[in-house]
T-cell receptor
Framework: DMKVTQMPRYLIKRMGENVLLECGQD?????MYWYRQDPGLGLQLIYI???????SEGDIPKGYRVSRKKREHFSLILDSAKTNQTSVYFC?????????????FGKGTRLTVV | GEQVEQRPPHLSVREGDSAVITCTYT??????FFWYKQEPGASLQLLMK?????EINEGQGFTVLLNKKDKRLSLNLTAAHPGDSAAYFC???????????FGSGTKVIPCLP
């Protein structure tokens, strides 16, 4: 069963706290992504990972960092969360970075920073 | 970088009627085009991918048209039904190692005829 799993699904944090969002995939995909989704803005790319320890900034990396120590896991870290990081975060994976390969999305993590 | 504009943001369509969602993009080197469907509270599911210029692809209950000359991608929902209630996103990519750039989404709400 091919899937991308995100934990937790819902999270409430106080401003200034550290946040860890976890993502796993069971398809041995090389490429993984973190997006955030805000109303009226679609999905915006935060980071892309081409394999273990091979990560690149996306369009909105500021305030975020990532970690990929195993091919099947990709973590998004917010050091000292801010209220404007309240959003729904989607992890995704694809077999390769080639743009014509299908991207599989997780169910999202709704993060609220108060 | 690539910019994708999607219209309209909301769409009420009577059951049985058709509706069109349109995306325009800026990068003439864009080569891969996708439509995703997101039902409430769920993740994005790939609806269709389009690679060739001026291509019409038909799926179950919808057609997709790509016009590379005008840099326009459209999704036509034919005979809307309650199962079409979702947000629809177009996505564009310029090529290898180029991640998807998404449109801002269209929320489709079928209503009673």
């Amino acid at each position: 069963d091919m899937k991308v799993t995100q934990m937790p699904r819902y999270l409430i944090k106080r401003m200034g706290e550290n946040v860890l969002l976890e993502c796993g995939q069971d398809m041995s995909h090389e490429t993984m992504y973190w997006y955030r989704q805000d109303p009226g803005l679609g999905l915006q790319l935060i980071y892309i990972s081409y394999d273990v320890d091979s990560n690149s900034e996306g369009d909105i990396p500021k305030g975020y960092r990532v970690s990929r120590k195993k091919r099947e896991h990709f973590s998004l870290i917010l050091d000292s969360a801010k209220t404007n990081q309240t959003s729904v975060y989607f992890c995704a994976s694809s077999l390769s970075p080639a743009a014509n390969t299908e991207v599989f999305f997780g169910k999202g993590t709704r993060l609220t920073v108060v | 970088g690539e910019q994708v504009e999607q219209r309209p943001p909301h769409l009420s369509v009577r059951e049985g009627d058709s509706a069109v969602i349109t995306c325009t993009y800026t990068d003439p080197n864009s080569y891969y085009f996708f439509w995703y469907k997101q039902e409430p509270g769920a993740s994005l599911q790939l609806l269709m991918k389009v690679f060739s210029s001026t291509e019409i692809n038909e799926g179950q209950g919808f057609t997709v048209l790509l016009n590379k000359k005008d840099k326009r991608l459209s999704l036509n929902l034919t005979a809307a039904h309650p199962g079409d209630s979702a947000a629809y996103f177009c996505a564009v990519s310029a090529g290898f190692a180029s991640a998807l750039t998404f449109g801002s989404g269209t929320k489709v709400i079928p209503c009673l005829p």
